[in-house]
Nanobody, 116 residues
Framework: QVQLVESGGGLVQPGGSLRLSCAAS????????MRWYRQTPGKERELVAH????????QYADSVKGRFTISRNNTKNTVYLQMNRLKLDDTAVYYC?????????WGQGTQVTVSS
């Protein structure tokens, strides 16, 4: 069955960096676009970044453009989110998703806390 396992979150100071990973299984990863979302308590899940199946055409929310980079390794069935110059507002649980394969499936997420 499909699995998406996020990792790499943690506590970081403003201005710091983190790299999130999402290991996918249960579907043909290389054929599908992938996305990163984030959610804070009481708010809807927010789309952060999108990458095409071959790694092309990455797209970003305006709030992270220029600071975050999405990438993927189709031999490892893994999608990444490099987060630089982190801000307090980036604090959230981050999730990956396969929007055109299993749009309703969500992993457990990984907590990112930006705090001084």
């Amino acid at each position: 069955q499909v699995q998406l396992v996020e990792s790499g979150g943690g506590l970081v100071q403003p201005g710091g960096s983190l790299r999130l990973s999402c290991a996918a299984s249960g579907f043909t990863f290389r054929n599908y676009a992938m996305r990163w979302y984030r959610q804070t308590p009481g708010k809807e899940r927010e789309l952060v970044a999108h990458i095409g199946s071959g790694g092309s055409i990455p797209q970003y929310a305006d709030s992270v453009k220029g600071r975050f980079t999405i990438s993927r390794n189709n031999t490892k069935n893994t999608v990444y989110l490099q987060m630089n110059r982190l801000k307090l507002d980036d604090t959230a649980v981050y999730y990956c998703n396969a929007p055109y394969a299993y749009p309703d499936y969500w992993g457990q997420g990984t907590q990112v806390t930006v705090s001084s």
